[in-house]
Nanobody, 116 residues
Framework: QVQLVESGGGLVQPGGSLRLSCAAS????????MSWYRQAPGKERELVAS????????NYADSVKGRFTISRDNAKGRVYLQMNSLKPEDTAVYYC?????????WGEGTLVSVSS
């Protein structure tokens, strides 16, 4: 059974940092393209960052470039999202996504709230 479990969300003040983690199990993690998505209240889910199976070619949404960094540890089966200089508009539920060809899995999400 495939599981993606996100952690690391919480409440943080503007300008602060958080590190999200996604632990994958039940799949050959190193074969999967991994992404972080987010969904703010009343908005559609959007892609935040993605990283290829080998850890190269990170890709970011324009809104987070220069502030967020995606990375992965294939030995541990984890993908991370380091979020710096957080803004109130970053408030959302953040989801981990694993994709291989037409196969796709989602985690249940972790809430990030940025507020003073």
């Amino acid at each position: 059974q495939v599981q993606l479990v996100e952690s690391g969300g919480g409440l943080v003040q503007p300008g602060g940092s958080l590190r999200l983690s996604c632990a994958a199990s039940g799949l050959t993690f190193s074969a999967y393209f991994m992404s972080w998505y987010r969904q703010a209240p009343g908005k559609e889910r959007e892609l935040v960052a993605s990283i290829s199976s080998g850890g190269g070619e990170p890709n970011y949404a324009d809104s987070v470039k220069g502030r967020f960094t995606i990375s992965r540890d294939n030995a541990k089966g984890r993908v991370y999202l380091q979020m710096n200089s957080l803004k109130p508009e970053d408030t959302a539920v953040y989801y981990c996504n694993a994709k291989l060809s037409k196969i796709m899995y989602w985690g249940e999400g972790t809430l990030v709230s940025v507020s003073s």
